[in-house]
């Protein structure tokens, strides 16, 4: 936990002087405008998990970021929880594409992780936090270079 809060404070300050200099979003606030689309009330974005496409010869990063309402209450709807799964650039300053978006499975309490990359596709695979249930695994295609 503390991994993802310290990563997600470094992006927030590299993506942010980025943002200033180049007069774009930085990349976490990218992502949480795609998962602002799906669902307004999902306005709290953490980074889950970044994993490097380097060792299959890309030079990019996938990068799951999880919306949340901010006061974490729930209301009847599991995607008050979503997650995204994007492609960022080498440097982790924007979003380069959006492999998809998902509604959690289990009301927080679910974690959604890269378990497999390569050359043309990313494996994502979820399960409930406390029990291990709810298990899913989805194959995402990357884009051509």
């Not at 980025?18 to 405008?33: G, H, N, V, Y």
């Not at 440097?91 to 974690?111: A, F, H, K």
Request: glycine share 6%; hydrophobic share 45%.
């Amino acid at each position: 936990m503390r991994a993802r809060i310290a990563m997600t404070a470094f992006l927030l300050f590299a993506g942010a002087s980025s943002a200033l200099a180049q007069q774009r979003p930085s990349m976490l606030e990218a992502a949480r405008d795609t998962l602002l689309a799906r669902n307004a009330r999902a306005a709290c974005a953490t980074i889950w998990d970044v994993r490097p496409l380097h060792p299959v010869g890309l030079p990019q990063h996938v990068v799951i970021v999880r919306g949340l309402v901010c006061d974490k209450v729930f209301r009847g709807a599991l995607s008050d929880e979503l997650f995204g799964i994007f492609l960022a650039n080498d440097s982790l300053t924007r979003i380069v594409g959006t492999l998809g978006v998902v509604p959690t499975r289990r009301w927080n309490d679910y974690t959604l992780t890269v378990d497999r990359v390569t050359r043309d596709s990313v494996v994502i695979r979820g399960r409930g936090d406390m029990y291990g249930d709810a298990p899913w695994r989805h194959a995402y295609a990357l884009p051509p270079e």
